[in-house]
């Protein structure tokens, strides 16, 4: 590949431009410079800014519902107060309830933990890490965002609609989702819901192809493919599966939308609703979730993946320590990239598939936990002998790293399909997929904000409100989702309104009070981060050195405040990996340093 | 909104002030300490914290296992014989994942403790080591090996072919509840067509009464097992995705419109023992829905009475099937026995 030419063609046209961007050049306005911005640092703050008031939407309506499974008896009439019908007499409402579970799933599974990470992440880290002035196509970065600002402000909309929004669950099986009259929420609110996510996954690929181009062509001047840092080998990965997946899933959404509203029986057949015969045969609802699965399989490693790629250099800037097995770490994650997408049906085990093909699924999932383990036990070894700096950002990663290994088990038990036929669909998966792509991924984003917060505005974030964080969120998400593993133990199914009436569910009144308040806790520390994350914007401490962290990778070469185009003159060019860290008893060695005469050889 | 309510809203602002000002007092003394020192004290303490979430953390999980022990189904033996087998897949499955978990979590914590920063501490630069590489590598995959050996053996066992004494039945669910169908004395569940449900007309099932096989067929109200016979049920469904949910026979199969799909099992364990197992007088087997129907989804509840074949017969000896309700002109002439019933249709 001819790397030289692009790079000099990409550094000589933006040179000229960073040369006179210390002048009055450039003529930006409060919109060009905040609004449709093209800069890739603007676009990566909106992009987690966004992702941050969703994920305070999507984390209010957990603890409304949380309040119903722990509190079912209670009445609050606050709730009544707010919401009116859909909390009658100041109860949540079983419409209210399953649309809340639904819109929970949604936003954090697509508006915070995929846009709102990969957005953030994404852009900020390429062109810094890779040593370039921007994206490869600023201008799609910005649609990227603007369409994902579309798709919010529809799913937003669909809140408030009269019927309310989708509430068959954010996996929205048909014919459930088909049929308007099988539920209230699979009236307009399912329109919105599949408007607003065709509107994000156009975000999605305008992002994704970015993304990939971006590595793939505007790498400066020795920065080889394997001495990227590994957030960008985590994203690109992330990146090839949005782009190979999201597709699927909208074919899949646009032939949902196709039976609705054209009469068509793509996944209808046979169906008998309030008495009404419907004329539709022929179709299957499976083939839904085939197409569904087949991106939301990968979906949970298009989350996990970078914050994976965040932990690993968090954690080996911070162990002062270079990341154990730094090529094992790539080949693992193409491992996961890979076989992510050939193990969707292991969340249908219970469909009534061939069992045949069920085996298959069986030994393909279980295959990915050998590159989970490999990436677990390098995790630990780099922590093995490391001199740890315990910042926040590295608090967050060790919590990161031990809810990958609770979640990760479990995970273990799910992909087996004779366990899954006791597990499926009960409290245990709730716990499973909350601690390893929930908790974990939040862990591993919280850890990238601390990390390159100072970064990002020049300042740093309050440290001690940043371990009070730490600890209580790591407490109670144990505490929270521990125990529910034990109601899957007991067969109790996920998505039930009220176990009251069940004999062999209702023994956990007093524990579901117990989650529900370690639920409400967290949720009240994440507004104190929400707050740190503001208030240090404008007042934190500000930082005095370009390389706070003593870190390096390139970000940390330019100056405190980068303007457009990252680097005031020419982008420095990269001697080696990025992890000498201690090499030779020499604290660090960046990027940009040469090797010397005398290094030894060892490492990368 | 009350008073109590404002009070708690006023109570947590108060906090988040109190919190935040001494965070920010912290920052302060921290300027004033030198940053350095401040470093090293947050190092320590929370390396520390590190040490006792982990020592309190297994000791939470121990507490937590002995208080809700007994509420789970872990020490109630598994109603049927695939439960059986899923519960065996089940403890190693516990032994093998607890033993690294228990591992993995320990030297986590222990290294984020004992590799604190220190003024003298000098790393070790150790960027990789192909043979420990290879070697977690390899034993997890042997793990995972032994994992999907025992597993596929039970899942080839539990969704073979049902034997041919299993008796059949068919469970039907639809928006929010269950309906069963026994074959009556012919053995053979009746032709069935979706366009034919009729409610109205005791026709929930659309049996096509023309087929003759209809005609004998039982409409019962709850599902009775014998047990140690194999059964099996086919699970339809009218309108949604349902799921048969069986916690105590440890089985699920979701109910599919438009494609049938079924699921046997042999029960282990009557009611009336269950109930002495469990020491619950109310103890029933439910048939809860796993899969989300619709905003009644957490009722639909069926029940299952498992009992000898005596009880069983007696019982079934009290239905009638549901060609009566549905016919009772036709049927009443009729004398019972499935000839007689033969003969009337060829007549019509």
């Known amino acids: 590949m001819s790397n030289e030419a692009v790079i000099q063609h990409g550094a000589g046209t933006h040179e000229v431009h960073g040369d006179h961007h210390e002048g009055h050049h450039h003529h930006e306005t409060f919109i060009t410079k905040y609004v449709f911005s093209q800069d890739h640092k603007m676009i990566a703050k909106q992009f987690l800014i966004t992702g941050i008031i969703w994920a305070l939407i999507g984390g209010a309506m957990s603890v409304l519902f949380r309040i119903q499974l722990g509190y079912p008896e209670a009445t609050l009439p606050w709730l009544e107060d707010i919401f009116g019908h859909w909390a009658k007499d100041g109860r949540i409402t079983p419409e209210f309830y399953y649309a809340l579970g639904t819109m929970h799933g949604t936003i954090l599974v697509f508006f915070v933990l995929t846009a709102g990470l990969t957005g953030t992440f994404a852009n900020l880290l390429i062109p810094f890490q890779v040593g370039a002035r921007d994206m490869a196509s600023p201008f799609m970065n910005m649609l990227s965002y603007w369409f994902f600002v579309l798709s919010s402000v529809i799913m937003l909309s669909s809140l408030f609609v009269q019927t309310g929004p989708a509430s068959g669950g954010w996996t929205v099986y048909p014919p459930l989702s088909a049929l308007g009259d099988a539920t209230q929420g699979s009236k307009i609110g399912m329109d919105l819901w599949l408007i607003s996510m065709a509107m994000f996954v156009v975000s999605s690929l305008l992002g994704g192809v970015n993304y990939i181009s971006t590595i793939l062509n505007l790498r400066t001047k020795g920065m080889t493919m394997t001495r990227m840092p590994l957030t960008v080998w985590a994203i690109l990965f992330t990146a090839l599966l949005g782009l190979l997946s999201f597709p699927v899933l909208l074919s899949g959404f646009i032939l949902l939308l196709f039976d609705r509203h054209l009469g068509t029986s793509f996944y209808l057949s046979d169906i008998v609703l309030a008495g009404n015969i419907l004329p539709n045969e022929g179709g299957s609802a499976i083939l839904y979730q085939h197409l569904f699965w087949f991106?939301?399989?990968?979906?949970?490693?298009?989350?996990?993946?970078?914050?994976?790629?965040?932990?690993?250099?968090?954690?080996?800037?911070?162990?002062?320590?270079?990341?154990?097995?730094?090529?094992?770490?790539?080949?693992?994650?193409?491992?996961?990239?890979?076989?992510?997408?050939?193990?969707?049906?292991?969340?249908?085990?219970?469909?009534?598939?061939?069992?045949?093909?069920?085996?298959?699924?069986?030994?393909?999932?279980?295959?990915?936990?050998?590159?989970?383990?490999?990436?677990?036990?390098?995790?630990?070894?780099?922590?093995?002998?490391?001199?740890?700096?315990?910042?926040?950002?590295?608090?967050?990663?060790?919590?990161?790293?031990?809810?990958?290994?609770?979640?990760?088990?479990?995970?273990?038990?799910?992909?087996?399909?004779?366990?899954?036929?006791?597990?499926?669909?009960?409290?245990?998966?709730?716990?499973?997929?909350?601690?390893?792509?929930?908790?974990?991924?939040?862990?591993?984003?919280?850890?990238?904000?601390?990390?390159?917060?100072?970064?990002?505005?020049?300042?740093?974030?309050?440290?001690?409100?940043?371990?009070?964080?730490?600890?209580?969120?790591?407490?109670?998400?144990?505490?929270?989702?521990?125990?529910?593993?034990?109601?899957?133990?007991?067969?109790?199914?996920?998505?039930?309104?009220?176990?009251?009436?069940?004999?062999?569910?209702?023994?956990?009144?007093?524990?579901?009070?117990?989650?529900?308040?370690?639920?409400?806790?967290?949720?009240?520390?994440?507004?104190?981060?929400?707050?740190?994350?503001?208030?240090?914007?404008?007042?934190?401490?500000?930082?005095?050195?370009?390389?706070?962290?003593?870190?390096?990778?390139?970000?940390?070469?330019?100056?405190?405040?980068?303007?457009?185009?990252?680097?005031?003159?020419?982008?420095?060019?990269?001697?080696?990996?990025?992890?000498?860290?201690?090499?030779?008893?020499?604290?660090?060695?960046?990027?940009?340093?040469?090797?010397?005469?005398?290094?030894?050889?060892?490492?990368? | 909104m009350t008073w109590t309510e404002y009070f708690v809203i006023i109570i947590v602002a108060l906090i988040f002030i109190v919190v935040f000002q001494i965070a920010k007092a912290s920052e302060y003394v921290s300027v004033l300490k030198g940053e350095k020192k401040a470093f090293q004290q947050n190092n320590r303490i929370n390396a520390f914290l590190m040490l006792v979430f982990l020592v309190l953390g297994l000791a939470a999980a121990w507490w937590c296992n002995s208080l809700l022990y007994d509420k789970t189904l872990l020490g109630v033996p598994a109603a049927s014989d695939h439960g059986e087998e899923i519960d065996n897949m089940m403890w190693i499955t516990l032994y093998i994942t607890g033993f690294v978990f228990v591992i993995t979590q320990v030297l986590l914590f222990w290294f984020a403790y004992r590799y604190q920063t220190t003024e003298t501490r000098k790393v070790h630069y150790y960027p990789h080591n192909n043979k420990l590489e290879l070697l977690w590598t390899v034993v997890p995959a042997i793990a995972l090996t032994v994992l999907v050996a025992f597993g596929l053996y039970y899942w080839y066992r539990i969704t073979g072919e049902a034997p041919k004494e299993a008796m059949e039945v068919e469970v039907t669910g639809h928006q929010f509840g269950w309906e069963y169908r026994y074959p009556g004395k012919d053995s053979i569940l009746g032709r069935q067509n979706y366009k034919l449900v009729d409610a109205a007309k005791q026709n929930p099932l659309g049996q096509d009464w023309a087929d003759v096989a209809n005609h004998d067929d039982l409409h019962p109200s709850e599902l009775h097992l014998v047990v140690n016979r194999p059964v099996k049920l086919i699970i339809r469904s009218q309108d949604v995705i349902h799921d048969v949910g069986l916690p105590h026979f440890r089985l699920k199969m979701d109910a599919v419109p438009g494609i049938p799909t079924t699921m046997w099992f042999t029960p282990k364990i009557t009611t009336a023992e269950m109930r002495k197992i469990t020491g619950n007088e109310n103890f029933v087997y439910e048939i809860a829905c796993d899969q989300m129907c619709g905003n009644g989804h957490y009722s639909m509840k069926g029940i299952i009475v498992v009992e000898t074949q005596e009880e069983f017969d007696k019982w079934m000896a009290e239905q009638k099937p549901q060609y009566n309700l549905a016919k009772p002109e036709v049927a009443s002439k009729a004398a019972p026995g499935a000839e007689n019933n033969k003969d009337l249709v060829l007549a019509q």
Request: aromatic fraction near 18%; hydrophobic fraction near 50%.
């Open chain 1, 295 to 604: 991106l939301g399989h990968p979906e949970v490693y298009i989350i996990i993946l970078p914050t994976m790629g965040l932990v690993s250099e968090v954690m080996s800037v911070n162990a002062r320590k270079p990341v154990f097995g730094y090529m094992a770490m790539i080949a693992s994650m193409f491992a996961i990239a890979l076989l992510a997408f050939l193990v969707w049906a292991h969340h249908m085990f219970v469909t009534g598939m061939n069992p045949f093909l069920g085996s298959v699924f069986v030994l393909l999932t279980l295959l990915i936990a050998v590159p989970s383990a490999i990436k677990v036990f390098n995790w630990l070894t780099t922590l093995w002998r490391g001199n740890l700096h315990l910042t926040p950002a590295m608090m967050f990663c060790i919590g990161f790293v031990s809810m990958f290994i609770s979640g990760g088990l479990t995970g273990i038990w799910l992909g087996n399909s004779t366990l899954d036929l006791h597990l499926h669909d009960t409290y245990f998966v709730i716990g499973h997929f909350h601690i390893v792509m929930g908790v974990s991924a939040f862990m591993g984003m919280f850890a990238g904000i601390y990390h390159w917060f100072p970064k990002m505005y020049g300042r740093y974030m309050n440290n001690t409100l940043g371990y009070i964080h730490f600890w209580i969120t790591m407490v109670c998400a144990y505490v929270i989702f521990w125990p529910m593993h034990y109601e899957g133990f007991a067969g109790m199914p996920r998505r039930y309104y009220d176990y009251s009436n069940w004999e062999s569910f209702k023994q956990f009144v007093e524990l579901n009070k117990v989650i529900s308040f370690a639920a409400i806790l967290s949720f009240l520390v994440q507004i104190l981060f929400v707050f740190n994350f503001f208030y240090s914007i404008f007042k934190g401490r500000k930082v005095t050195t370009k390389n706070p962290w003593k870190s390096n990778t390139l970000e940390w070469t330019t100056p405190i405040n980068p303007g457009h185009g990252n680097w005031p003159g020419e982008i420095p060019e990269v001697y080696r990996w990025a992890y000498d860290y201690g090499k030779d008893g020499v604290d660090h060695i960046d990027q940009i340093t040469p090797i010397g005469e005398n290094e030894s050889k060892e490492g990368h």
